[in-house]
């Protein structure tokens, strides 16, 4: 899925002639508060420190990519366009830049994540945005985004994995989040899929467009993925 995603990128960056190596990308990972301001609730993934956003600047524009691997890069275009996606550290350099490079030639949106009051407003769109797209399907939430998860178990038959072990058994509405090895049958079980951008990282996202179910990727990371491969997005409150 990824090698089809840089094959389409190097497409669009050879057509707009920036491969240049001269052109520079660096990348960071941002603080929590950096990334998300200070939310109302404590309980997102980028607080609780397993997680953060890796941040690639190309020229004056920005894009971001969730990961469990994070530290600070800098490199060509050329490089990042050609190097091995070989962990997550790898693949969030990769997805972050596309991010950076598609909102600079104005190709996407909302490749910065929202911050502070706005996580929550969010989730408060979702209801109307399954409702009017989907109206009453069984939802795998693959992913644990704890408002989301909120909103989708008051409304609508869910099941949930994620893949943090501290957050298995957590339960909302009554549905336990379960382990990534569930996902297989939640698939199976489920009308649409609502998973988190983060897949193009950890490199599962393949599994899910694969099924054929209907699918729906949510955040800032899928920003370049989702445009690239023609899938549908929920970010409505991304920057």
Known sequence: MLEIIRKKLKEIVEEQN??????????????????????????????????????AKFRDFR??????????????????????LKNNFRRAIFVATANAVLR???????????????????????YDFIKENFGSPKIFLCGLQPRFAEELTSHF????????????GRKFSGVEVASPD??????KWCDLIFATGSTFVN???RKLI????????????????CFLLKLRRYCPCGK
């Open 182 to 187: 569930k996902a297989g049958e939640y698939i």
């Open 203 to 205: 490199n599962t996202a």
């Open 157 to 168: 038959e869910t099941k949930i994995t994620d893949m943090d072990k501290n957050n298995f």
């Open 18 to 55: 920036i491969t240049d190596g001269e052109v520079v990308v660096t990348a960071k990972a941002l603080t929590p508060e950096e990334a998300i301001g200070n939310p109302e609730h404590d309980d997102y993934p980028l607080l609780k420190g397993r997680e953060r956003l890796m941040e």
């Open 63 to 84: 894009g971001v990519a969730f990961s469990d691997m994070f530290g600070n890069f800098r490199s060509t275009l050329s490089e990042i366009l050609s190097m091995e």
């Open 210 to 225: 694969e099924s054929r179910k209907k699918i729906v990727f949510y955040g800032v990371t899928g920003a370049s993925p």
């Open 104 to 126: 600079e030639l104005n190709l996407i949106e909302r490749t910065i994540h929202c911050r502070n009051e706005d996580l929550t407003l969010c989730a408060g769109k979702l």
